[in-house]
Nanobody, 114 residues
Framework: QARLVESGGGSVQPGGSLRLSCTASGVTFSAMKWYRQAPGKEREMVAAISSGGGYTNYADSAKGRFTISWNKAKTTVYLQMNSLKPEDTAVYYC?????????WGQGTQVTISS
């Protein structure tokens, strides 16, 4: 059974950094994405990466601050988040697609405040 597990969330001050991890098991996904959802708001995509890592895409709000990448074995996707802002506060989810189906992790909380 395909499964995705996120980790690395936490609470940091504005301007700080966090590195989220998403580990896949049971299947090799063709592409991976990071989404986030704040209370009362719709889930939005913040970053995407192709299976080989040659293609990446970011939401405008994440460009220049966030970086998505694979580990060497292509089993874990990272989201490096720098220069964090209060508006980045949300639950972050990783998403993997295979066989026309989407799979989601359980989410990890990211909170940016003073």
């Amino acid at each position: 059974q395909a499964r995705l597990v996120e980790s690395g969330g936490g609470s940091v001050q504005p301007g700080g950094s966090l590195r989220l991890s998403c580990t896949a098991s049971g299947v090799t996904f063709s592409a991976m994405k990071w989404y986030r959802q704040a209370p009362g708001k719709e889930r939005e995509m913040v970053a995407a990466i192709s299976s080989g890592g040659g293609y990446t895409n970011y939401a405008d709000s994440a460009k220049g601050r966030f970086t998505i990448s694979w580990n060497k074995a292509k089993t874990t996707v990272y989201l490096q988040m720098n220069s964090l802002k209060p508006e980045d506060t949300a639950v972050y989810y990783c998403n993997g697609r295979i066989g026309g189906n989407d799979f989601w992790g359980q989410g990890t909380q990211v909170t940016i405040s003073s």
